[in-house]
């Protein structure tokens, strides 16, 4: 997060880096699928093992799939994202970018919500602070990456001063 002019930015970028690391490793289930198609035939179909079938089909087809899916979706889908909350045009504009969409939305500034505060010193599992916005069609936005709870509360003070001066209310969470 940071200050350019009055508007405050935030990004949180997908890097490409990442992506082309996440890539060679969606082939990971192809020795699954073919262990379990040679398994498969072997098996007696008058008699089937429930129990070993049941382990089979998802430790050796479904769980390597799903995972191999979550790679390639999060490889080819997964977005970046960027925050401007500009009080001197007013608004706030929500950059998601991914390789093949970028959507860029705009909502009023005054509409913007501090919705939860999740500070490290309140939740000891967390190893950093949280802040989330509520926009005004629902959708939520995390602020994440602050390195000590003063400085989340320290923009969490600088957003609520943007976003809604006569106020400085949080929902519970």
């Known amino acids: 997060m940071a200050f350019e002019g009055d508007a405050i930015t935030?990004?949180?970028d997908f890097p490409l880096w990442l992506r082309f690391f996440l890539l060679p490793w969606v082939p990971i289930c192809l020795p699954f699928i073919s262990l379990y198609v040679q398994n498969s035939k072997g098996i007696?179909?008058?008699n089937?093992?429930?129990?070993?079938m049941i382990f089979g089909t998802l430790g050796f087809l479904l769980v390597p799939l799903a995972f191999s899916g979550f790679l390639l979706g999060m490889a080819l889908f997964g977005s970046s994202t960027?925050?401007?909350?500009?009080p001197g045009a007013g608004e706030a504009v929500l950059e998601r970018k991914a390789p093949f969409r970028r959507r860029l939305t705009r909502y009023a500034l005054g509409d913007v919500r501090i919705f939860k505060v999740e500070l490290e010193a309140d939740?000891?599992?967390y190893d950093a602070a949280i802040v989330t916005l509520r926009m005004p069609d629902g959708?939520?936005?995390r602020l994440e990456g602050f390195w000590r709870d003063d400085d989340?509360?320290?923009w969490v003070e600088q957003i609520r001063r943007i976003t809604n001066p006569g106020s400085s209310q949080v929902s519970p969470a």
């Open 10 to 12: 935030y990004r949180s």
């Open 44 to 46: 007696d179909w008058a």
């Open 48 to 52: 089937p093992p429930v129990a070993g």
């Open 82 to 86: 960027g925050l401007r909350l500009d």
């Open 123 to 125: 939740y000891p599992a």
């Open 139 to 141: 959708r939520k936005v």
């Open 152 to 154: 989340a509360k320290y």
